[in-house]
């Protein structure tokens, strides 16, 4: 089974970015369609961003033109460029997904994640 690993969170004042890395570890596969999901204490996982197979982007509306998706299939790794941050986007982000082949990542699989911190 594939491991995911986010990292790249921190704290930052209103208005501030940063960036998010999911890496893929293990061999003899490629990343399929991958998202960003986000949990807020006292709230439900949600879904933050997406990337499919082909490599068409979809996002939430609240970070939609904020946040970017992306992906390296070299490197196994999923990115989430996160400008213009606000309080709100406070959270846990994590990664899950597909792999190509299918089957590797199972589907409730969620790993650390990393820490996000918005405030002034």
């Known amino acids: 089974q594939v491991q995911l690993v986010e990292s790249g969170g921190g704290s930052v004042q209103p208005g501030g970015s940063l960036r998010l890395s999911c890496a893929a570890s293990g061999s003899n596969f490629r990343l399929g369609a991958m998202g960003w999901y986000r949990q807020a204490p006292g709230k439900q996982r949600e879904w933050v961003a997406a990337?499919?197979?082909?490599?068409?982007?979809h996002y939430e509306d609240s970070v939609k033109g904020r946040f970017t998706i992306s992906r390296d299939h070299a490197k196994k790794t999923v990115y989430l460029q996160m400008n213009s941050l606000k309080p709100e986007d406070t959270a846990i982000y994590y990664c899950?997904?597909?792999?190509?082949?299918?089957?590797?990542?199972?589907?409730?699989?969620w790993g650390q994640g990393t820490q996000v911190t918005v405030s002034s």
């Open positions: 990337i499919t197979n082909v490599g068409s982007t």
């Open positions: 899950n997904g597909d792999s190509d082949p299918p089957g590797l990542i199972p589907r409730d699989y």
